[in-house]
Nanobody, 124 residues
């Protein structure tokens, strides 16, 4: 599965931004999908994940209530809507695809396929 993330950019604190991930080469229908992020000088961290069917979602405590992950299996896309953004949300955001495990994985080793990342910068 080839993943292409897009939609990053510069936004002021308190604003909203949506990032998307388009898959090619294989349907994402059978995969759990996730977003991770990596800030400068920090390790990649889990942000949100959604089960293969879209029936279950999981969020890091730091984004719960502000971010929403969704998927459209027919369009082979997954999105992350980010509201009430904070400067600490600044990072490169990566989409990832992994096997449809239960429970859904929240660590990087649960995902075999990664997009190239898209930069989100939140100014204060």
């Amino acid at each position: 599965v080839q993943l292409q993330a897009s939609g990053g950019g510069l936004v002021q604190a308190g604003g909203s931004l949506s990032v998307s991930c388009a898959a090619a080469g294989r349907t994402i229908r059978g995969y759990n999908m996730a977003w991770f992020r990596q800030a400068p000088g920090k390790e990649r961290e889990f942000v949100a994940a959604i089960s293969w069917s879209g029936g279950s979602t999981y969020y890091a405590d730091s984004v719960k209530g502000r971010f929403t992950i969704s998927r459209d299996n027919a369009k082979n896309t997954v999105s992350l809507q980010m509201n009430s953004l904070k400067p600490e949300d600044t990072a490169v955001y990566y989409c990832a695809a992994g096997r449809s495990t239960v429970p859904i994985m929240t660590s990087t080793d649960g995902y075999a396929y990664w997009g190239q990342g898209t930069l989100v910068t939140v100014s204060s």
